[in-house]
């Protein structure tokens, strides 16, 4: 069977979606297109270029934090100093380069390069221009940047949409406009784009599955906020959620697969092998779940 998958954004949590990927292969559900946000746009992109859930184990058991993670190097500072000014020069703890040459090397494994290298049409993903303060879908916005998809590589692309802030330097990107673009995680305005394929007012040609690493579409949970340290959270998780649950209708939600991941940050670099395994089993049955009642 063929189906339209959308991947959600969630950092390490995202080791629950190659369980949800095994699911779908047991059942013979083929995924046409697929698209995400973050974590969501790297599972999709692997996804895309011929990975599948066994090769995908298998990658990440031997993946390191030190695979992508890497400071710049200012010698004669301390580790607090360096955090500091890595932040307010960079606007990042850590650059993303490593993270792109080590998907790079991933991708070209599969003859992946760019996105002539894929069926067109068959991978989206969005990232946040701050510097225009809108959405950028990828590959479709790049033209109006000067970009050609068919010589963008998928692997920078991806490093856009999963330069969460703060944790990841930017990616600096000079277009067609006034000012270089500075652009982070598609978080920031979407961290759930099922509104990349779905077509209210059109039958879509496929069925869609969406894979929340949530438990629910319900509202967020109401907070109480005494201080501006407090309010910063609650700014960051508004902007992530707000958009996508007011496009979201209840009748969508029945396409949705909701994996809740509990106790396990979206930085938690340090995931131990049987965490990580518990997050894979975690995915594949909720995806099972999904299925046997999936009309």
Request: charge should be neutral; hydrophobic fraction near 40%; aromatic fraction near 10%.
């Amino acid at each position: 069977m063929e189906a339209d998958g959308v991947f959600a954004g969630g950092g390490v949590k995202a080791f629950a979606f190659i369980g949800a990927l095994r699911a779908l292969e047991e059942a013979g559900v083929n995924l046409t297109r697929v698209a995400g946000t973050s974590a969501g746009a790297l599972t999709a992109a692997l996804y895309m270029a011929g990975y599948r859930s066994d090769e995908l184990e298998r990658t990440m058991e031997t993946f390191e934090p030190s695979d992508i993670l890497e400071h710049r190097k200012f010698f004669s500072l301390s580790p607090r100093v360096l955090k500091w000014v890595s932040l307010y020069r960079y606007l990042g703890l850590y650059r993303g380069d490593k993270f792109e040459a080590w998907l790079t090397d991933l991708l070209q494994k599969k003859g992946v390069r760019t996105f002539a290298d894929l069926p067109k049409g068959s991978l989206r993903m969005v990232a946040s221009d701050l510097s225009y303060g809108e959405f950028f879908i990828l590959p479709d916005d790049l033209p109006r940047y000067g970009k050609s998809a068919d010589q963008f590589s998928v692997a920078k692309a991806v490093r856009m949409s999963c330069s969460l802030p703060f944790l990841f330097e930017p990616v600096r990107l000079k277009g067609g406009s006034k000012y270089e673009s500075v652009i982070v995680d598609g978080a920031v305005l979407s961290n759930f784009p099922i509104w990349l394929f779905s077509k209210r007012d059109k039958k879509e040609k496929r069925p869609i599955i969406g894979f929340q690493l949530s438990a629910s579409n319900e509202p967020l949970p109401e907070r109480k906020i005494d201080n501006g340290l407090e309010m910063v959270p609650s700014i960051l998780q508004t902007m992530q959620s707000a958009h996508d649950r007011q496009y979201i209708a209840k009748h969508e939600a029945e396409s949705i697969v909701f994996i809740p991941v509990k106790d396990v940050s979206v930085t938690d670099f340090q995931l131990d092998t049987k965490e990580r395994q518990e997050l894979i089993k975690l995915g594949e049955r909720k995806t099972n779940e999904f299925l046997s009642r999936w009309p």
